[in-house]
């Protein structure tokens, strides 16, 4: 039975992201890890467990990418479970540590390198971690990530692209 759940999680998680050829590394609890030569790059992601009002199809993930070719290492990415309002912040929570991400529409990213990497070092030792700001409407957002897994699936997918794209 978890393995049936595992594979259909990796299934899931592979597709959160546009399509292209990828290798899955392997799923460590919540997060999977895989490597898409295609394209360059590697990266750990999670689909939220809670949300409050998914916008219908829309696909809302975290990842933590690697790009070896453009020296990019632990790039966090988020996109969120409906578009969010213009012009206010998303605040990203790890066990009350807060980070404001940069955005644009329903994505966001850490501002710069060092935030990325304050944000993975945080995510390591924490067992949640939630994207939160305001949608179209003035609705709150509040998108939920268990980080079980998380460490490992970042460290898979670093090692994925060390071996595969060097």
Not at 13 to 37: E, I, M, S, Y
Not at 68 to 76: A, D, E, L, M, T
Not at 91 to 113: M, Q
Request: glycine share 8%; proline share 6%.
């Amino acid at each position: 039975m978890k393995r049936t759940i595992a594979v259909g999680m990796a299934v899931i998680l592979a597709t959160a992201t546009p399509a292209a050829a990828r290798d899955a590394l392997g799923v460590f609890g919540k997060w999977g890890a895989f490597r898409d030569v295609e394209k360059g790059r590697c990266f750990a992601i999670a689909r939220p467990s809670h949300l409050a009002r998914p916008m219908g199809n829309w696909r809302p993930f975290a990842s933590v990418a690697t790009w070896p070719k453009n020296k990019v290492r632990n790039q966090v990415h988020i996109r969120l479970s409906r578009m969010r309002k213009p012009d206010t912040p998303l605040t990203l929570s790890i066990d009350g540590r807060r980070f404001t991400l940069v955005t644009a529409g329903p994505e966001a990213w850490a501002p710069d390198a060092r935030t990325d990497a304050a944000i993975v070092a945080a995510m390591r030792s924490a067992r949640t971690m939630i994207a939160s700001g305001r949608d179209r409407d003035g609705n709150r957002i509040v998108d939920t990530y268990p980080l079980q897994g998380a460490a490992t699936a970042i460290d898979a997918a670093a090692l994925g692209c060390a071996k595969a794209m060097n």
